[in-house]
């Protein structure tokens, strides 16, 4: 070693003395920046080179396996199964979909593997004794794809994911327009003439664009092509890089020769065309996502959060997501409450139809607690928050409804086995085309069998099927109608026996005042004497006397179990009750109320008798009555294909009134629910069935049907029995539900009619020859934003009859 | 012609490629090492190590070419004949003669390396590192040509003396040719080896460096072969003589 010569920090070699502080020395500049690379290298660095080092590396443990981490996130059954949710990415259309829910034929262990794409989620059932989450996280990684626990980072990892696309995006464009400049100046040459030398720079030129292109952002065509490679299984990208590398190989083997035509600009522009396609059908679907989340669809998305201390308080508008357990937020009326919480201050009423399935609003006041998703009706109310985001009521409600909707329809089952076709039956065709052109240069048919491969899209059959479904179901919570499953929307939109319960959803479930025969100040008599009551027929008289004077309040009420109700009011004694009780206190029965009670009780109504000091003074008609809009939603939904049924446990008599004055040919009184489940089950044996009752009561029915739909009780106890809950009352949103099922169904045949036509008409241009493949790399993301944005207009569910 | 110089760059590049070991065996090691080290996994990491290290060897040369074949255009336009190769040879033979200098104690200035591409290199290291094993191998490849070593720059410059991406290209195939035994055998055995060879190795790649230099002088300058840049590769290698035409 030379005098003054130091042994190179990095590599040894002798180098000459440093200046720099610590006697840090480098023999050359490709020392220095070695040393300064290792120093950032965050993976185990082996021992220096000189150092043998043959130790194994340790073995690498997956977060995913970690018994916290699975004690946290995943469940396991009594069978053994267990379950989790979690974030996957890296899919990009609905073959990915295809690919991952096909996890269970390639991987021993996993029972089922469902994806949420709009939610870049996976659900998976797997036996931790057979396999890990770990190796389903390395057999994923290997097909291109990456899981991980859902977090709240999940946002964020969506925008990076756009920002990577975006840049890509840019260098292809970069390179695309370069790559046309320097072939615009060849096309120039080959008319006017140019010297080789030149024609050999523009060329390089074009090759050294073209391959930026190809190795940066057209590299995840080759990732996508590789990983269906390395899994085994079929996707669009292995085609489309396929003749990348063809047309880059080519035009790369003509520049080298010097001999044949290039075709950098076509390739450069194809990966840029492709990305931009690809960015457009992404942005599309996220668009649609969003605009059907079904918790958006219910609650506000920002809040008006009270800060400051008492005397300097402000209100600010914030997102829902910065609400914190404690905060008191601001509801103004006719807003909806964003967060779960109970009333500091003010008074209003609350309509809370959407969870408790109550037609009124209710009163609420400080301490009173209101949830997400009910709407302030009268008055401004502040809120200290108990709960936000997705620990609501609400959106643990629509958890259970988004869990369910993963339920295929059949027709969703049907273009999943249709679409996973699709692919390989696009590569053979593509295969022959090449074939077919190849007499007129390997090129030409390359050119040809990339244009089909890019212009056909199963986007229809992948993608919109699912999204009308899902699209469907929230637009049908936004009015009130929660639907579990797209096969419930399939089964409602086909036709068939649809039974209805009598009581709450043919009448309006509730005893009311239909006929009254005497004087009307003594109504309000009656009415009074009946404000203590319970029973359901006094309940009525007494809710009667809300649009007379008020009268004056009796005294010594008697009620008299299974008669009636006996007051004194001043100096008379008045007595209101059964047939029975009229005969034992008054003197004479005035024939003509007495006939009008005994038509009344023919009509499926209670007659109530009134008698003052021993004489008949007035009849009343007490019932249950019909709504208003029943024959005409009976009709309606007839003329839809739908056999209407009465199925009521109540006395055949009512029944009776009630389907007559509905319209309804068949019905069945008296039946238990036991009955009313058998009676069901053998229908539904026959063809499609519909049961339209009680959450609670007709829960046995309703499950026993093919679709139940509740009209009663509470939205939770309601979606545990039946496939729908109504939450509005009525029979308008059994309507509504139906007729949005009807044009569900009917834009998804429209859609996937629409798909195959473009399918097949776009790929016999491609394969006539007609189609560049930048056109085709033009037209493909117009096809499937047709099919998306076809399905985000569709309005569904608005019509009543 | 080409031929010879591209065998005559694999046989320096074979004696300098000790040089390698030193600097870029730890990167080596670290591309191939492996949570699974079976000899297949082994094997595939250096090749994909080795590929990467190839496919940017060969784009520098073609790079490298190219800017001679542009600065040979545009001293054409001037009225001079073979400047790239004339520069390439004098800055590589000046590199060799810098480095004997230095071996010799005699202080000359050394170019501070930029720090835009330390930080670049170190930060692409970085990334690569926590890259899974075939990622990052051969990440690790590509980024080796960004080392501003300058047993591969003397190269990088012969490329350019070519006055022609292909043959450019050619000469850093021939290069990475040349450094492959060294870099794929990255052990104990090469350390050893390197160990003993540590103190003649500077005057031995500056040597040839020099050597490197009067060739390009001697095959390029001073025996023009004006060769059309639209030869194709492959008859421009098969070709150990000067091209027809030119001959002619």
């Given at each position: 070693m030379a005098a003054g010569a130091l042994p190179c920090t990095h590599c040894g070699a002798p180098s000459p003395t440093s200046d720099a502080p610590g006697d840090r020395a480098f023999c050359c500049g490709g020392c220095e920046v070695a040393h300064a690379a290792l120093s950032q290298l965050t993976c185990p660095v082996p021992a220096p080179v000189h150092v043998a080092d043959d130790r194994p590396p340790p073995a690498e443990p997956s977060p995913l396996d970690d018994p916290t981490f699975l004690e946290e996130h995943a469940s396991t059954d009594d069978a053994g199964i267990t379950r989790i949710e979690l974030a996957i990415r890296g899919m990009h259309c609905a073959s990915c979909v295809w690919r991952v829910e096909a996890l269970p034929e390639r991987l021993g262990g996993v029972y089922e593997a469902r994806v949420n794409f709009r939610r870049g989620r996976l659900q998976l059932a797997f036996d931790r004794g057979r396999v890990s989450l770990g190796e389903v996280a390395r057999h994923l990684s290997r097909m291109g794809y990456d899981i991980g626990p859902v977090s709240a980072s999940a946002a964020a990892a969506r925008v990076a994911e756009d920002h990577a696309a975006m840049i890509r995006m840019a260098v292809a464009g970069a390179c695309a327009g370069n790559a046309m400049l320097l072939a615009f100046a060849l096309y120039a040459g080959l008319f006017d003439g140019m010297q080789p030398i030149y024609r050999e720079a523009f060329r390089w030129g074009s090759l050294a664009v073209t391959g930026v292109a190809l190795l940066w952002p057209g590299m995840v065509f080759f990732r996508g092509a590789w990983a269906g490679l390395r899994s085994g299984s079929v996707n669009l990208d292995g085609p489309i890089a396929l003749a990348l590398l063809a047309g880059g190989a080519w035009s790369a083997a003509s520049t080298i020769t010097g001999r044949g035509e290039v075709y950098f600009d076509s390739v450069s522009v194809l990966i840029f065309a492709l990305l931009v396609g690809r960015f457009i059908q992404q942005r599309q679907q996220r668009w649609a996502a969003d605009s059907v989340e079904l918790l958006f669809s219910l609650t506000p998305r920002t809040a008006r959060r009270v800060v400051g201390s008492a005397g300097d308080e402000r209100v600010e508008r914030v997102s829902v997501a910065a609400i914190e357990t404690g905060d008191i937020v601001e509801v103004a009326p006719g807003?909806?409450?964003?967060i779960d919480g109970e009333i500091v201050s003010g008074r209003t009423a609350v309509d809370a139809s959407l969870l408790t399935g109550e037609s009124l609003p209710r009163t609420c006041g400080v301490g009173d607690e209101v949830f997400a998703g009910a709407v302030n009706v009268s008055a401004t109310v502040r809120c200290r928050v108990t709960a936000s985001g997705a620990d609501t009521r609400v959106a643990r409600l629509m958890a259970l409804v988004e869990d369910a909707s993963g339920r295929k329809a059949p027709i969703v089952r049907f273009a999943d086995r249709v679409g996973g076709c699709f692919l390989l039956a696009m590569i053979v065709l593509a295969a022959a085309t090449f074939l077919l052109w190849l007499g007129h240069g390997v090129h030409v048919a390359l050119e040809r069998a990339v244009s089909l491969l890019v212009v056909t899209c199963p986007c229809a059959l992948g993608l919109a099927t699912p999204l009308a479904f899902t699209l469907a179901i929230g637009r049908a919570a936004g009015r009130g109608i929660l639907i579990k499953g797209g096969d419930a929307v399939q089964h409602l939109a086909a036709g068939g026996t649809l039974f209805l319960d009598k009581?709450?959803?043919?009448?309006?479930g509730r005893m009311e005042l239909v006929h009254w025969s005497g004087p009307v100040p003594l109504l309000a008599l009656v009415a009074a004497a009946e404000r203590?009551?319970?029973?359901p027929v006094g309940l009525a008289l007494a809710a009667a006397a809300d649009k007379l004077p008020a009268a004056p309040t009796p005294e010594g009420v008697t009620h008299l179990p299974g008669e009636g109700v006996i007051a004194q009011t001043g100096s008379s004694r008045l007595a209101v009750g059964s047939e029975r009780l009229a005969r034992r206190l008054a003197?004479?029965?005035?024939p003509g109320l007495s006939a009008a009670a005994h038509a009344w009780a023919g009509e499926g109504l209670t007659p109530v008798y009134v008698v003052v000091d021993g004489d008949l003074r007035a009849v009343a008609g007490v019932g249950d009555q019909v709504r208003e809009e029943a024959p005409s939603v009976i009709r309606s939904l007839e003329r839809r294909g739908w056999a209407c049924r009465i199925l009521s446990g109540d006395d055949e008599r009512a029944v009776a009134h009630v389907a007559r004055a509905c319209g309804v040919g068949e019905w069945r009184g008296g039946a238990s629910p036991e009955t009313k489940m058998a009676i069901i089950k053998e229908a539904a044996a026959k063809g499609n069935t519909v049961m339209v009752g009680d959450g609670v009561n007709d829960a046995g029915a309703l499950a026993a049907s093919h679709v139940g739909v509740s009209v009663h009780g509470g939205a939770e106890a309601s979606l545990a029995a039946a496939d729908v809950y109504l939450a509005k009352p009525g029979l308008h949103p059994l309507f509504t539900l139906v007729d949005g099922c009807e044009r569900t169904l009917r834009m998804i045949r429209w859609t996937l009619a629409a798909s195959s036509v473009y399918n097949v008409a776009a790929a016999a241009v491609a394969m006539s020859g007609h189609m560049h493949p930048i056109v085709a790399a033009l037209v493909m993301p117009l096809s499937s934003l047709t099919a998306v944005s076809i399905c985000v207009s569709s309005r569904f569910f608005r019509s009543e009859p | 012609m080409i031929l010879s110089l591209c065998i005559s760059t694999f046989l320096a590049s074979l004696l300098g490629s000790l040089h390698c070991a030193g600097m870029c065996g730890v990167f080596a090691a670290i591309a191939t090492s492996s949570l699974r080290p079976s000899p297949a996994e082994r094997l595939r990491l250096t090749v994909l190590y080795s590929g990467g290290r190839l496919a940017s060897y060969v784009a520098l040369g073609a790079v490298s070419g190219l800017a001679g074949q542009a600065l040979d255009l545009g001293a054409a336009a001037s009225g001079f004949t073979d400047v790239a190769a004339t520069v390439a040879a004098a800055v590589v033979t000046l590199a060799g003669l810098s480095h004997l200098a230095t071996r010799a104690g005699i202080r000359l200035p050394r170019l501070p390396v930029p720090g835009p591409l330390l930080r670049f290199v170190g930060a692409g290291h970085r990334l690569a590192g926590d890259w899974p094993p075939a990622a990052r191998a051969t990440a690790i490849g590509l980024l080796t040509t960004l080392l501003p070593c300058h047993w591969l720059y003397t190269f990088a410059l012969t490329s350019a003396g070519t006055a022609d991406p292909i043959a450019g290209a050619a000469v850093m195939a021939f290069f990475w040719l040349g450094t492959l035994p060294t870099l794929v055998a990255a052990g104990a055995t090469i350390s050893r080896f390197a160990g003993r060879g540590q103190s003649f190795m500077p005057v031995a790649t500056a040597t040839l460096m020099i050597g490197a230099g009067v060739a390009t002088i001697s095959l390029r300058v001073l025996r023009p072969c004006h060769q059309s840049p639209s030869d194709s590769l492959i008859g421009t290698l098969l070709s150990t003589t000067c091209h027809g035409s030119a001959a002619n």
């Open positions: 807003e909806s409450f964003p009581t709450g959803t043919l009448t309006n203590e009551s319970s029973h003197h004479v029965m005035d | -």
